[in-house]
C-alpha cells in the first residue's frame, strides 16, 4: 500500500531554516516524479518544487528559486526540501506528491499520491 509520511515542519523565524522529509512505503521514488507542494489558507495549492525520474536537475516555482533544494535519497525511498531565507509568505501546508508518468510538472492535478502535510510557519 502507497503512503507518505511529511515531516520536519514547524515554527521558524524569518530568514531561517527548515528542512521537510517525504518517506516513501508501497513505491519506489527512483521510478516516479516527486514534488513538493504548499497551500496557505484561503489559497489555491501550489507547485514547490518537482524532480523528474531518474533527472539531476530539479524545477521550482519563481517565488523559491534559490532558496529551496529538493533532493532525493533513493536508498531511504525519500526526497526532501531544504528551505533556507524563509519569508513569511512561505507559510502553508507543505505536502509531497508522486507523479506516476515520471516526469513531474507544475500541475497539482497531474500527481496520483499526496502525504497528509507538514505545517510550516514563518513568524517573527
Known amino acids: 500500500q502507497l503512503r507518505l509520511v511529511e515531516s520536519g515542519g514547524g515554527l521558524v523565524q524569518p530568514g531561517g531554516s527548515l528542512r521537510l522529509s517525504c518517506v516513501a512505503s508501497?513505491?519506489?521514488?527512483?521510478?516516479?516524479?516527486l514534488g513538493w507542494f504548499r497551500q496557505a489558507p484561503g489559497q489555491e495549492r501550489e507547485v514547490v518544487s518537482y524532480i523528474s525520474s531518474g533527472s539531476p536537475y530539479a524545477n521550482y516555482a519563481d517565488s523559491v528559486r534559490g532558496r529551496f533544494t529538493i533532493t532525493v535519497d533513493n536508498a531511504k525511498n525519500a526526497w526532501y526540501l531544504q528551505m533556507d531565507s524563509l519569508k513569511p509568505e512561505d507559510t502553508g501546508l507543505y505536502s509531497c506528491?508522486?507523479?506516476?508518468?515520471?516526469?513531474?510538472?507544475?500541475?497539482?492535478?497531474?500527481?496520483?499520491?499526496w502525504g497528509q502535510g507538514t505545517q510550516v510557519t514563518v513568524s517573527s
Open positions: 506528491a508522486v507523479h506516476f508518468p515520471g516526469w513531474g510538472t507544475f500541475r497539482a492535478d497531474d500527481y496520483g499520491a
Open positions: 508501497g513505491v519506489s521514488v527512483s521510478t516516479y516524479g
